[in-house]
């Protein structure tokens, strides 16, 4: 549906976006991720024929992006989103909906249906009056109202509460269920997992990482363990060799390890201190990691106090770390033990199906 082919991008001598080739399949949600001028904006804005590439075609349901016939079957959604202050949500969105010929009775239907689906209340008050949240969904519905195919949506949960970001998310699900395709960029990794069949992954104006979330995660992330034993592992000197290191977690002893040869040096140190190892956690890279990783920082923005940090800390109840992508339901055996229904286990330890919890 959407066909990026060598874009580039240069502002003077600055290259905004180079070489960028991707395709978005008809019905998929994709997904933009990257830290701050990585070249996400630019590159949504070519596609939605609002910039000029330098270089580099885009199609967009077999249109060229300067195509007005591209232009009606697609809906932007600016990173900010201008509204005229002192209309009413129904008298903007209506505006919008003239300037695209949509007839005026097929338009009334359409915006109240997508109002009501974004719980938009107010709908008399002014757009200056109204919360940012508020004002995001206006914004939403006016993407809308020409009853687009193709949605370019440019950080369209960033900055919102926790209700409002979960919303615009659902929403977003919704419109793929539709049969809408959707291409979005974040820079929060959580509206991206969530979301998202696939992604790029964007640095600096070139393409990074490619494929699936887990597809991501499986080539650019490394599984690590985590051991728990009754006693602090002897030898720590020979441990810290391993570069790994030991903490206390209530009445256990918890050590994060890299593999399984070291995960073994920890099963011998603790027969050596006199005791055993009584669980093993297997944890998958996060998102968060593996751009890490990829990109050499931290995402920038991954804001607390939005529905990253409530998943997080609902997380956190099953594990020690909020923010941590440690799995228990998927987790893999470790030492060939018996398992349990909810997480495996290693050497015998008796674990239980809520093993590890609560450390
Ligand atoms: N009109 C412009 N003139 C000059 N430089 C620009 C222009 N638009 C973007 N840039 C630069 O291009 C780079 C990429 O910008 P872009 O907005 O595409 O990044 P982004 O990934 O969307 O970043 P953010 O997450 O901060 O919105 C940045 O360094 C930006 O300063």
């Known amino acids: 549906m959407i066909e990026v082919a060598g874009l580039s991008k240069t502002y003077g001598d600055f290259a905004a976006v180079v070489d960028s080739t991707f395709s978005v399949d008809e019905g998929e949600v994709f997904g933009i991720v990257g830290p701050n001028g990585a070249g996400k904006t630019t590159t949504l804005k070519v596609i939605a024929g609002l910039v000029d590439p330098t270089d580099g075609d885009v199609e967009v349901a077999g249109f060229p992006s300067d ?25 903007y969105l209506k505006f919008f909906a003239d300037l695209y010929d949509v007839p005026a009775d097929v338009a009334d239907e359409r915006i109240e249906a997508t109002l009501d ?29 020409n009853d687009p195919d193709v949605l370019v949506y440019d950080e369209p949960a960033s900055g919102l509460d926790p209700v409002t970001t979960n919303s615009v998310l659902e929403f977003t699900r919704e419109l793929r269920a539709t049969g809408k395709t959707v291409v979005f960029s974040a820079h929060n990794l959580y509206h991206v ?96 990691d593996v751009f890490l990783d990829i990109v050499g920082r931290p995402m920038p923005g991954r804001y607390t106090g939005d529905v990253a940090a409530a998943v997080d800390s609902e997380a956190a109840s099953d594990s020690e770390t909020a923010g941590d992508a440690e799995t228990t339901s998927d987790s893999k055996t470790a030492g060939g033990a018996g398992t349990t229904s909810d997480s495996k286990t290693a050497g015998g330890a008796g674990t239980t199906s809520d093993s590890g919890a609560a450390e």
């Open 67 to 91: 195509d007005p016939e591209m232009r009606r079957r697609l809906g932007f959604l600016p990173e900010e989103s201008p509204l005229y202050e002192e209309m009413t949500p129904i008298s």
């Open 117 to 145: 689906r974004l719980e938009l209340d107010h709908r008399d008050r002014r757009l200056g009056d109204m919360s940012k949240g508020m004002k995001r969904k206006v914004a939403i519905a006016r993407s809308l109202v």
């Open 193 to 288: 997992e969530s979301v998202c069949d696939r992604v790029v992954v964007m640095n600096e104006g070139r393409i990074v990482a490619r494929g699936s979330v887990d597809g991501i995660r499986e080539r650019h992330g490394e599984t690590s363990y985590r051991v728990f034993t009754d006693v602090a592992p002897a030898d720590a000197e020979a441990l810290s060799d391993l570069g790994v290191a030991t903490e206390e977690v209530g009445d256990r002893f918890r050590t994060a390890v890299p593999t399984m040869d070291a995960v073994e040096a920890v099963r011998e140190a603790a027969a050596a201190a006199g005791g055993e190892v009584v669980d093993i956690r297997t944890r998958e890279p996060s998102l968060e």
